[in-house]
């Protein structure tokens, strides 16, 4: 069983960063796959990044490219999201989520089996 905590959800201005994190109960960290999805309210939860085992592959959709950068260290048991230059749009719950599959061209939700309670992050116009 892993457990997850994600924290450093805020309220924002547009154009601000903020970086979340995950700490991972999970002795064998190093031997996950990691990833961050958000909710936005009505809708499907999305795919964010996702980052490999070693951190040397990673993953990011369209929508934010270039604009956030997920990271890990396996000797903290943590996993990182970088967000800068935050849109509105970017308002949603976001989760961390922990898996043993890298999937070619990232990871999808069914390939992740934990699953943290989720940080809310709000982007002001």
């Known amino acids: 069983q892993v457990q997850l905590v994600e924290s450093g959800g805020e309220t924002v201005q547009a154009g601000d960063s903020l970086r979340l994190s995950c700490v991972a109960s999970?002795?064998?960290?190093?031997?996950?796959?990691m990833g961050w999805f958000r909710q936005a309210p009505g809708k499907d939860r999305e795919r964010v990044a996702i980052?490999?085992?070693?951190?040397?592959?990673?993953y990011y959709s369209d929508s934010v490219k270039d604009r956030f950068t997920i990271s890990r260290d396996n000797t903290k048991a943590t996993l990182y999201l970088q967000m800068n230059s935050l849109k509105p749009d970017d308002t949603a719950v976001y989760y961390c989520?922990?898996?043993?599959?890298?999937?070619?061209?990232?990871?999808?939700?069914?390939?992740?089996?934990?699953w943290g309670q989720g940080t809310q992050v709000t982007v002001l116009s």
């Open positions: 999970a002795r064998t960290f190093s031997n996950l796959v």
């Open positions: 980052i490999s085992w070693d951190g040397d592959s990673s």
């Open positions: 989520a922990a898996g043993s599959f890298w999937r070619t061209g990232g990871s999808t939700e069914q390939d992740f089996q934990f």
